[in-house]
């Protein structure tokens, strides 16, 4: 149909560019009016699907043009909705390792004071068992200086028995 149009527009074309000009005037030209007309005829025939066609086109070309622009606005939100929740994710994620720090701190500063707590536990139980220790100890010297004693007393006395009993026997004899 386009090419319908362009050749009957280039035959009209053809057909004023080739009339032989009029006398004295050479701007102006004779053409036969019957063959111009039928032309222009054709042309109006075919201008007006020519024009509907052309409008169509801008009408589909309008139709994706705002489709495109409601899609790159769709994306366009899509992007800013995924970009706040990585900054809400990041920020989240920055919280929970603030809190973590900080559970880490306090539960160092409790071990820390644990491990006081249990070392002072830990010496002044080692002190006492010491003390105890110490005086078992005392205690048994003592004992044990004691059974010397008695032990020394009953064997001197069994010593000084047996030279009795030897005197005796010396005696006697």
Do not use: K, S, T
């Given at each position: 149909m386009a090419n319908d149009?362009?050749?009957?527009i280039d035959m009209l074309y053809e057909m004023i560019d080739s009339a032989k000009a009029m006398p004295m005037a050479r701007d102006k030209c004779v053409i036969?009016?019957?063959?111009a007309l039928d032309l222009l005829d054709d042309l109006r025939g075919q201008l007006p699907?020519?024009?509907k066609k052309a409008q169509d086109l801008i009408r589909a070309r309008d139709e994706y043009v705002e489709n495109a622009k409601k899609e790159a606005e769709k994306i366009r939100r899509q992007a800013d909705m995924d970009a706040k929740t990585i900054v809400d994710e990041s920020e989240i994620t920055r919280i929970a390792r603030d809190k973590a720090q900080q559970m880490?701190?306090?539960?160092?500063?409790?071990?820390?004071?644990?491990?006081?707590?249990a070392n002072e536990y830990t010496d002044d139980a080692l002190r006492r068992t010491e003390e105890a220790i110490q005086m078992a100890l005392e205690e048994i010297r003592e004992s044990r200086?004691?059974?010397r004693a008695v032990s020394n007393e009953k064997l001197q006395a069994q010593r000084s028995k047996l030279e009795e009993q030897r005197g005796d026997i010396d005696r006697r004899r």
């Open positions: 149009v362009q050749y009957l036969v009016r019957e063959d699907a020519e024009l880490i701190r306090q539960a160092g500063d409790r071990a820390n004071g644990m491990i006081g707590v200086a004691r059974f």
